[in-house]
């Protein structure tokens, strides 16, 4: 493959589907003791046998439906051979041969599209627990209740050429799962493998593995860009090897030698029947899909009348569109987007805080914008009370009665204010006159600082130029 960019970066995604109970056998997907939610099947002792979660496939047909993929008319498993602690019975089952989807496409919040190679189902290794660091542990301890877990692994194409990049992909694809509802961002693990490679290095492939979530993804890769680019400057050869992100120190350790997929040793799993994916059974599931982004986008637009933009935004971004829906219920939906859509984000931005942080909800803020609507507080005087909600969570309407900050306005109370501004500032007066814009804005802010940004800005700019005048 001929590549013209300076970095390469394909990615493999392991998504743990979110079901009840484990891909081939009965054992709970949540546990609270280490190795108590497992049995014969998902240890893999001698005489069991595995049976397929339909559940699970309906969550992963799901996926592959709204990534676009091609989807199998049949359902293949196979045994990988897996001689690591972490799989008790030596193989791993998985799906080499036929996947389930394939040749799908997902886009970047920039509109790049990224191509998918391939959405198959696997089980869950266990976890390995260093309990002290990946680095400095004497011992790994194994806890064998993920063992068994179902999974759907999206592999792309080698298409990004960033790990800004990579990391949107990441975000991208878990807005897709959780609008899919088959993915429980509290609970359900998602890890990426990141093959990457340089030009320096003639495009040598390096995988990094066990990358949990967006923001790590992009910390791992800046990381591996930085330590090859590194190594070629000092004459070291970069190799096609298996590296692991230890997260806690922020460096990628060689695990061992890249193996091929040959090395896997694959072959059909006996234990487990060709399972059809029939026509029906695929509309079947595309008629239960819960509404997708795209859907949301036009009902926001067909329903609430905001802009295509703002639907487009606010919909790119889950949790910020289940939020733009509970507060459009209490306030004008034209106003609910404006506010969501920018203030909202430019406030957690300021905080550097994600939107998991938020500690107030809809109704506190449908509360801000229903004062907002009926003129009672000022655009300035909301945006502060949104920076202070990040704080902690307050009655919005009592905060304002009690701070005095209800918007001045009408002939009476704000334009004694003017007034006396005015007075105290004569020179400023005399270098509006002369024709200086600056003092106009120097007496507004005045006025402004006066009732606490509790007033119009363009009312008080009509009432200054009528005093003067």
């Not at 989807?101 to 919040?109: A, E, R, Y």
């Not at 090897?241 to 193996?259: F, H, L, V």
């Not at 920076?387 to 905060?399: G, M, S």
Request: positive net charge; glycine residues 6%; proline residues 4%.
């Amino acid at each position: 493959m001929t590549f013209n960019t300076d970095i390469v970066i394909g990615l493999e995604i392991h998504v743990e589907l979110n079901t009840d109970t484990k891909l081939f056998c009965g054992c709970p997907t949540s546990a609270d003791k280490p190795n108590s939610s497992t049995c014969d099947v998902c240890l893999g002792f001698p005489g069991t046998k595995p049976v397929l979660n339909k559940k699970a496939v309906d969550y992963a047909i799901r996926l592959c439906l709204a990534l676009g993929c091609k989807i199998s008319p049949q359902l293949v498993f196979s045994r990988k051979s897996y001689f690591y602690p972490d799989m008790a019975k030596n193989y791993q089952i998985t799906q080499y041969e036929l996947p389930l989807g394939k040749n799908g496409k997902l886009n970047l919040s920039d509109g790049k599209t990224i191509g998918i190679t391939r959405v198959h189902m696997e089980e869950d290794p266990a976890s390995l627990v260093h309990p002290a660091g990946m680095t400095d542990s004497q011992f790994v301890l194994v806890d064998y209740n993920r063992s068994g877990r179902p999974l759907c692994e999206v592999v792309t194409e080698p298409d990004m050429d960033s790990p800004e990049q990579a990391r949107d992909f990441m975000k991208q694809l878990i807005n897709v799962l959780r609008y899919l509802k088959i993915f429980d961002i509290n609970n359900c693990v998602i890890k990426a493998d990141a093959n990457i490679s340089i030009k320096e290095s003639g495009y040598v492939k390096v995988e990094v593995k066990n990358i949990t979530g967006f923001k790590e993804i992009e910390k791992a890769l800046n990381y591996e860009i930085e330590r090859q680019k590194q190594a070629v400057l000092n004459n070291e050869k970069i190799v096609q090897e298996t590296r692991a992100w230890d997260a806690d120190s922020g460096i990628t350790i060689s695990m061992r030698k890249k193996e091929t997929e040959e090395d896997y040793g694959y072959i059909l799993d006996p234990d487990l029947v060709v399972t059809d994916i029939t026509k029906d059974w695929i509309k079947k599931v595309k008629d239960s899909l819960p509404e997708l982004h795209q859907e949301r986008a036009k009902r926001y637009v067909n329903k609430y009348k905001i802009s295509k933009e703002n639907a487009k935004v606010l919909t790119l971004d889950y949790d910020l569109s289940e939020f733009f829906d509970a507060v459009a219920k209490r306030v004008n939906p034209v106003l609910a987007a404006k506010w969501v859509r920018r203030e909202l984000p430019r406030v957690l931005n300021y905080n550097k805080l994600e939107f998991s942080d938020i500690k107030f909800g809809p109704k506190e803020f449908g509360d801000i914008l229903k004062l907002l609507s009926k003129n009672k507080i000022t655009d300035n005087v909301a945006k502060k009370i949104l920076e202070k909600l990040c704080d902690k969570p307050f009655d919005v309407e009592e905060y304002v009665k009690k701070q005095g900050l209800q918007a001045v306005s009408g002939s009476g109370a704000l334009e004694k204010i003017v007034k006396n501004i005015v007075k105290e500032n004569l020179h400023a007066v005399a270098e509006y006159k002369d024709g200086k814009e600056q003092s106009l804005n120097f007496l507004v802010g005045k006025v402004m600082r006066k009732t606490r940004g509790a007033a119009q800005a363009g009312e008080v700019i009509k009432l200054i130029k009528k005093i003067i005048e």
